[in-house]
């Protein structure tokens, strides 16, 4: 028999036998690296403290109710390069003509505009309606640009507040009828459907003052004020933890009002506030004018833990200027009210006498700085942080033709050394002095649900029109 007939007979077998030699030969250098690496990686992981497959996977899962914090740096930063991308008239039928109260341009605590995560824009004005009647109307604009009323209600007596939740729900708080009772409607569809609650609690059939805020977790604090003699805080708390709202009143031996509050990630709330009674009422001498009202005092209040002990635990007065006369008002006018990314306090306030802003930083409970400011229009002054955490100041101008951008020098910190003002062109839709009728740059700033980014869009009105703008930063 011929060798090729032997192997045609058997090569079945010859092909098996030589396939299992050649994954012996394959695999076994490979089992042997293995079994060599898995020794290895044992003693490193003693000597080195290497983390095992495992332990890496563990260690990167992070649960979605607890997002770890994102560390922002604390020392200086490079300015940036801020340009006017957008400028549009929302409306012209604000409520706003010169003489009556509430204007919708009124109440600079106010928050009036947010941007999703689809770069859906949402903002809120006030028509007139009638007296404790205004309407409010909410304004939609979609990335792809151009404005269209999508919702509309009672609002009460004055503008009213919207915020962002962080999975984009839409919250709005009104105070329909001024009779003591505060709405809240939610979306959570980019307003195409909603839901609405009156929230519990004994609110004040006063007007209302009323501030909403949130964080980035999703808790919410609204708070209004009351009368003059006492001046309580009535407020209410909702927690995502719980989905329900607690609400509560905290005495005060004076009214404090325009209230500015940021609730904290440990149960906290931050509020900062001016003072606002009568003149008599403080033991001045009553004004020779109509308006009898006095505002010469900020203060700073703290409140723990709303679960726990929701009582003030702490109250600094962080300025009080005397009345040189008995018809000055507006004396330590607050213009602003910001927490930065280290947790601490910023007030800004326009001085009547030294027609300067002053900017106030507090830090752990404690004023630790006062430096005075020289912005154009001071009145108007707002303080925010882009990305990178760097500072910068806002103001339309006195003449209403720019929006002027202060940014932090090279080596700020805090937003206190600023360098000279970018001035802007918004002359197409100007902007004016009154601070009633003419509200201050409004923004997407993290009390409203936004986290910090290198552009803002925002809004400022001008009696009967409001105004929408987006600057790029960097």
């Known amino acids: 028999m ?6 045609k007979k058997h090569r079945g077998l010859i092909l098996a036998i030589a396939s299992v030699l050649l994954l012996a030969v394959v695999f076994y ?42 560390k922002l740096p604390t020392g200086p930063s490079a300015p940036g390069n801020p340009a006017l991308q957008r400028l549009e008239m929302v409306t012209d039928q604000a409520f706003g003509d010169g003489s009556t109260y509430v204007p919708n341009s009124w109440g600079q605590h106010k928050n009036r505009i947010i941007r999703t995560s689809t770069g859906d824009i949402f903002m809120l004005y006030n028509s007139e309606g009638t007296d404790h009647n205004r309407t409010w109307h909410l304004m939609h604009r979609s990335p792809n640009g151009g404005w269209q009323e999508i919702k509309s209600g009672n609002a009460g007596t004055e503008p009213i507040n919207i915020v962002r939740g962080p999975n984009d ?45 949130v964080n980035a977790q999703g808790d919410i604090v609204v708070v209004q004020t009351g009368n003059d003699i006492p001046g309580p805080f009535y407020w209410s708390y909702y927690s995502p933890d719980t989905g329900k709202w607690q609400f509560h009143m905290t005495n005060l031996p004076i009214r404090y009002t325009y209230p500015f509050a940021f609730p904290d990630t440990n149960g906290g709330i931050t509020i900062a506030a001016m003072r606002d009674a009568l003149r008599p009422e403080l033991g001045y001498p009553a004004s020779g004018n109509d308006f009898n009202y006095i505002f010469n005092q900020l203060k700073y209040f703290y409140i723990s833990n709303v679960n726990s002990s929701p009582t003030l ?21 607050m213009t602003d009210s910001y927490m930065d990314t280290q947790g601490r306090l910023h007030v800004l306030y326009f001085n009547l006498y030294d027609n300067l802003v002053h900017h106030i930083i507090v830090e752990n409970g404690q004023k630790v700085k006062e430096v005075k400011q020289n912005i154009d229009f001071g009145d108007k002054a707002r303080l925010f942080q882009d990305a990178v955490g760097h500072y910068y100041i806002i103001s339309t101008s006195q003449d209403g ?18 360098m000279a003002p970018v001035k802007l062109n918004i002359s197409q839709f100007p902007g004016c002095s009154d601070y009633d009728f003419c509200h201050s740059p409004n923004m997407t700033l993290q009390r409203s649900g936004h986290a910090l980014s290198n552009y803002i869009d925002g809004v400022y009105g001008n009696h009967t029109k409001e105004i929408y703008f987006r600057i790029k930063l960097r």
């Open 2 to 7: 011929r060798l090729s007939d032997g192997f």
């Open 29 to 70: 250098p490979i089992m042997v690296f293995v079994q060599q690496s898995h020794v290895l990686d044992h003693t490193l992981s003693g000597v080195l403290k290497i983390p095992t497959a495992q332990q890496t996977a563990a260690a990167l899962q992070t649960p979605a109710a607890q997002p770890t914090p994102v």
């Open 169 to 213: 729900e839409i919250h709005i708080f009104a105070l329909p009828g001024t009779n003591a009772q505060v709405q809240h409607l939610e979306s959570t569809d980019l307003g195409k459907t909603w839901t609405s609650e009156m929230l519990p609690g004994q609110w004040s059939m006063d007007q209302g003052y009323i501030g909403a805020d």
């Open 313 to 333: 635990t702490k109250q600094v007065v962080l300025a009080q200027v005397e009345p040189q006369n008995n018809d000055d008002a507006d004396i330590t006018y």
């Open 401 to 418: 033709n720019t929006m002027n951008i202060y940014q932090g020098t090279a080596s700020d910190t805090d937003g206190t050394q600023l």
